[in-house]
């Protein structure tokens, strides 16, 4: 009994990551109807840079993130100023082909560099430690920091889109581009700024995967699908959703490879069709697709 | 009396050129090596794959990132017909595509409940359910995959060269019957609407067309014609795994980098794209992931500064066509217009 | 003598290949309400967007103040002192009351619009401010979308067809405000199809025909038989 009450409770830590992967996703979406995806692989070239940083400075994995979140935001800025917002109008066409084509040379770039061995970062004794919060049932201390990091980044996220001018420009950007160049706002600018955010959340949780597990070039775009599914399942528009939406379909994955290792994945995506077929807006939506 | 004239000077040489064009290649095992027939034959299978894309994506309006998910099916059907049933592979290669497009229907069904990029990466998800499970068959040789039995192989001709230009000759045909369905459909008066769909979905809508039930037919009849390509792709290849039967970089990314250059939702992009490719590839072969990350950059700067691809600036500076697929109202001297 | 504020001279904007706009000149002097009347589709709309910032003529000027603003982005527009209220009011469905109002403050200009001082001018909107702006009937809309422009603190406002769907009582009710908001020293665009508010309220009026300039002069001076004949082109 509590061997299944551990591997739900795995499984809703595991959530929290794949909300972190989801979250930057939906919120590009949100802002500027874009899906990225090279958004996965973004998250494995966070994670590269991690490596690079932590060898290059000799630090550990979480100081590093003082250099991989704002450089990771830079690029996303330049990307979105520099490429994406060409891509961006009626036609749907552009934005995913020119970031599908951007995905393919990202991986095939990172596999250049970094050849395609299995990489992993060092976090130190955090690794290993457990708690034991109820008897018999044991809890990663890496895992209960990144979900809370997670809950943590989508309140602070919500706080951001609600409570603040940014906030607003990004809302009001994204109802109507024209009117908001009415208000003074520089919509490639905002565009850019919210690309700069989403990469921003994207470095966080590159590097929480470079520290949970292995990583190489080709993982990026399992990362997309499993952010993509967390979307889908927790509902469009709703961050809270999206953390719901990670929290189900890691319990799902976690479940399967608990009968059987090869059926994680596999578990993971009968979930998620299984919402799809049964309740197709999602748990929580806010907006229609 | 008016009609309506499909054809054009252009078109009607390319017409002429393209006749010209398959007898040739009808007749390539007279004038060309093993080597060539093999490559030719795997150029046939790209530019059926890509129109099927163009199909899709650039009529239709469905962006699939999934089709490897029918490429692996037809191949994996063609393994198991052969393997459990004992079907001769050129039979299996017809029957493969049927049955995927009875599959086809539930995957449609559930991803067509999501829109636009969603439903890219929702087709993608597709793929990858069918390549998991497909390396649970241990029969079909689980994750490391199966050859062709040699039995099966031998059946199929007398000698490995009547084989080989069995395959060659099928290949040709069924690329050719591909070519000539979608021609068909949009010639009739589901490809108007197809058409009309492509320019602007809402207004068609609006004028009547069933757009929801054309879409998915499009959809089912692509699964069926991809499938039947990726029988004939692992026929030729007399192996399978659930890696490379369902590999997106071989069918898909390299099928969009071709649709792209070639000219999306114009007929001719696809076979224009699937000779610069080929071109490219024989050319960069060996740079591997250098040469995906040249396709992927010259993919961009093409959606970016070209998006109707190369066939698509042709057409705008010379306004040719190579297939009579135009729709020009002709009218009479007596100045009377009727319906077609 | 007022200066010139806005100096529109001889300027030609096209949709794609379709001129909309054909050698149309307007002055606006500070302080001033200026009309713009005319059928529809004769140009009024892509007169002020023009002059906004969000269409650029191919031909002509535009000067705010002697400095051209003539291929401005509209966001640089706005930060010169030029608020548009655009046709239809386009309010952010997304924002409520309030914050509509608040992201027309996006740009910190310096003036005495503020927050209080536009509940005060609209108190129907002080009562919702926090509903969302969806939540609005058609006159409040109209209210919160000049509200809105207002909190920017421009020196020109362009009002396109605040009348627009709108009750004939409630459009009386949102120009008697008009005296208040030119008293604080603004000056005034009105873009209207119903002329009878729009000559009522502004001093001198252009009638647009057809994309070019049909009439022009002071409103007292223009009889009911001349604006007809400009109006539909006769």
Not at chain 1, 263 to 277: E, R, S, Y
Not at chain 2, 58 to 73: E, H, K, N, R
Request: proline share 4%; glycine share 10%; net charge positive.
């Amino acid at each position: 009994m509590t061997e299944w009450l551990n591997v739900v409770v795995q499984g809703v830590l595991t959530g929290g990551l794949y909300a972190m992967f989801a979250v930057g996703l939906s919120l590009i979406f949100g802002v500027m109807r874009l899906v990225n995806i090279a958004h996965g692989d973004l998250i494995v070239l966070a994670a590269y840079v991690s490596l690079m940083v932590t060898q290059a400075l000799g630090v550990d994995p979480l100081t590093s993130l003082a250099v991989v979140v704002p450089l990771m935001a830079l690029v996303g800025y330049a990307l979105q100023r520099g490429l994406l917002n060409f891509t961006l109008g009626e036609d749907l066409l552009p934005p995913l082909l020119v970031t599908f084509g951007l995905s393919v040379i990202i991986q095939n770039g990172l596999l250049e560099v970094f050849t395609a061995d299995s990489r992993k970062l060092q976090a130190g004794a955090i690794e290993v430690l457990t708690a034991q919060l109820v008897p018999g049932l044991w809890i990663g201390y890496l895992p209960l920091i990144q979900f809370a990091v997670a809950i943590l980044v989508i309140a602070a996220l919500q706080a951001l889109f609600y409570k603040t001018a940014l906030g607003r420009a990004f809302r009001a950007t994204s109802d109507d581009q024209a009117v908001a160049q009415l208000m003074g706002l520089n919509t490639r600018h905002v565009f850019a700024l919210a690309m700069a955010l989403s990469l921003a959340v994207v470095a966080i949780a590159g590097v929480f995967l470079a520290v949970r597990s292995n990583f190489d070039p080709a993982i990026g775009p399992a990362r997309l699908i499993f952010g993509f599914e967390a979307v889908i399942i927790g509902g469009l528009g709703n961050m809270w959703g999206t953390l719901a939406g990670g929290i189900i379909l890691g319990v799902a994955q976690a479940i399967g490879a608990r009968l059987d290792p090869g059926w994680q994945v596999l578990a993971g995506h009968i979930a998620f069709l299984a919402i799809l077929a049964l309740r197709p807006q999602g748990l929580f939506p806010k907006v229609s697709g | 009396m008016s009609r309506v004239e499909h054809a054009s000077r252009s078109s009607r040489v390319g017409l002429a050129v393209i006749g010209v064009s398959l007898l040739a290649l009808a007749a390539a095992p007279l004038w060309g090596d093993r080597a060539t027939l093999r490559l030719l034959a795997e150029m046939f299978t790209y530019v059926a794959l890509a129109s099927l894309w163009n199909l899709l994506a650039g009529y239709a309006g469905l962006v699939s990132v999934g089709q490897q998910a029918f490429v692996g099916l037809g191949g994996y059907l063609l393994f198991a017909l052969g393997i459990q049933f004992g079907v001769p592979p050129l039979a299996a290669v017809f029957i493969a595509g049927p049955v995927a497009a009875l599959v086809s229907l539930p995957v449609a069904v559930l991803i067509f409940r999501l829109r636009g990029a969603y439903f890219a990466i929702g087709t993608w998800v597709m793929a990858e359910v069918f390549r998991l499970l497909a390396s649970q068959i241990s029969a079909l040789g689980g994750g490391s995959g199966i050859s062709l039995p040699a039995a099966l192989v031998v059946a199929m001709a007398p000698t490995r060269q009547w084989r080989e230009l069995e395959i060659y000759w099928l290949a040709l045909a069924l690329t050719v019957a591909v070519l000539l369905a979608i021609f068909v459909l949009l010639r009739s008066r589901h490809g108007l609407a197809l058409t009309a769909i492509r320019d602007n979905e809402l207004a068609a809508q609006s004028n009547g067309v069933d757009v929801r039930r054309l879409k998915f037919t499009v959809y089912v009849l692509t699964a069926l014609g991809t499938a039947m390509i990726g029988a004939l792709i692992f026929l030729m290849k007399l192996r399978i795994s659930p890696d490379t039967a369902f590999s997106v970089n071989d069918w898909t990314a390299f099928v969009i980098f071709i649709v792209v250059i070639g000219g999306i939702g114009r007929i001719e992009g696809p076979i224009i794209g699937t000779v610069v490719f080929f071109l490219l590839r024989q050319t960069l072969a060996d740079l591997g992931s250098l040469y995906l990350m040249m396709m992927g950059t010259v993919a961009i700067a093409v959606m970016l500064a070209a998006p109707k691809g190369i066939w698509g600036l042709i057409v705008e500076r010379l306004g040719w066509q190579m297939l009579p697929l135009q729709r020009r109202l002709v009218r009479d001297p007596g100045g009377t217009i009727r319906a077609p | 003598m007022a200066e010139t504020l806005l100096d529109v001279r001889g300027i030609d904007v096209f949709y794609g290949d379709f001129q909309a706009l054909f050698g149309v000149s307007l002055r606006v002097d500070a302080g001033e309400v200026v009309a713009v009347i005319g059928a529809n589709g004769a140009g009024k709309s892509t007169l002020l967007r023009s002059i906004a910032g969000l269409m650029h003529p191919r031909r002509g000027e535009i000067r705010l103040d002697g400095a051209s603003i003539t291929h401005s982005p509209a966001f640089e527009v706005v930060r010169r002192g030029v608020a548009l209220v655009p046709e239809g009011r386009r309010l952010f469905p997304s924002l409520t009351v309030e914050e509509n109002l608040l992201i027309g403050a996006q740009l910190k200009r310096p003036g005495p619009w503020t927050l209080g001082r536009v509940y005060d001018l609209f108190p129907a909107l002080a009562e919702r401010r926090r509903l969302p702006s969806t939540a609005l009937s058609g006159g409040q809309q109209q209210m919160a979308a000049i509200g809105r422009a207002l909190m920017s603190n421009p020196r020109l406002l362009l009002c396109d067809e605040i009348s627009l769907g709108l009750a004939p009582i409630v459009v009386r009710d949102i120009y008697a405000r008009i005296p208040r908001i030119v008293a604080e020293g603004l000056s005034l665009v009105i873009v209207e199809q119903d002329i009878v508010q729009a000559l009522k309220a502004a001093g001198r009026a252009y009638c647009l025909q057809e994309g070019r300039v049909a009439l022009q002069g002071a409103t007292r001076e223009l009889t009911r038989e001349t604006i007809s004949a400009a109006y539909f082109g006769i």
